[in-house]
């Protein structure tokens, strides 16, 4: 049973435009949450995490917003390019344990 | 920032024989290894924990005897498929966590090709 729910599947969007995924989970004891981009035939690569302290979290292009009473996350792309194309993953864990993933969201910016 | 390095990045092997792949942590310690698995535009599911010194944890449903995981020193773990299946072709990734709540690091993967 997936932990943690992320939506949507894919999504398609313009250069310059946002994307936005979503995640849901149930388990309070989580503690870390990462979101993790990933390009064909590689490994999956940190973009930012959160920690359940801070509500927001911003690194550049990327933004995590986090509501712990509604147990939910998400990422916010801005300003989408063409190089953001990829599959992204969100993911909770419980003191560097094992973490549970997503199921993911293919992007794809058109140009 | 901190490295994981796995090899090889990709392998192709006859039915019935084993692969070894290996991953290695470069400028940190690594006394936990997560190893994965992952089907095309599927998500990573866990096969096992393993820990620097004992023996590995693995998850419900991963066979034991068919993916021996090793993990002898603080900066090496091995997954070995044996008796490789063309059903067991698939992305293998492996992960540390980097202690002190800094995260995980990821290996680069490999693509196992049974054939």
């Known amino acids: 049973q997936q932990q943690v729910k992320q939506s949507p599947q894919s999504l398609i969007v313009q250069k310059g435009g946002i994307s936005i995924i979503n995640c849901a989970y149930e388990n309070t004891a989580f503690d870390y949450f990462p979101w993790y981009q990933q390009f064909p035939g590689k490994g999956p690569a940190l973009l930012i995490a959160i920690r359940p302290d801070v509500s927001e979290k911003k690194e550049g292009r990327f933004t995590i917003s986090f509501n712990k009473s509604a147990k939910q996350f998400s990422l916010h792309i801005m300003d989408s390019q063409p190089g953001d194309s990829a599959t992204y993953f969100c993911?909770?864990?419980?003191?560097?344990?094992?973490?549970?993933f997503g199921a993911g969201t293919t992007v794809t910016v058109r140009a | 920032g901190a490295v994981v390095s796995q090899h090889p990045s990709w392998v192709i092997c006859k039915s019935g024989t084993s692969v070894k792949i290996e991953c290695r942590s470069l400028d940190f310690q690594a006394t936990t290894m997560f190893w994965y698995r992952q089907f095309p535009k599927q998500s990573l599911m866990l096969m096992a924990t393993?820990?620097?010194?004992?023996?590995?944890?693995?998850e419900q449903g991963v066979e034991k005897d068919k993916f021996l995981i090793n993990h002898a020193s603080l900066t090496l773990s091995t997954l070995t498929v044996t008796s490789a299946h063309p059903e067991d072709s698939s992305f293998y990734i492996c992960s540390a966590p980097q202690g002190d709540t800094r995260g995980y690091t990821f290996g680069s993967g490999t693509r196992l090709t049974v054939v």
């Open positions: 393993s820990n620097e010194g004992s023996k590995a944890t693995y």
């Open positions: 993911a909770a864990s419980i003191r560097d344990y094992k973490l549970s």
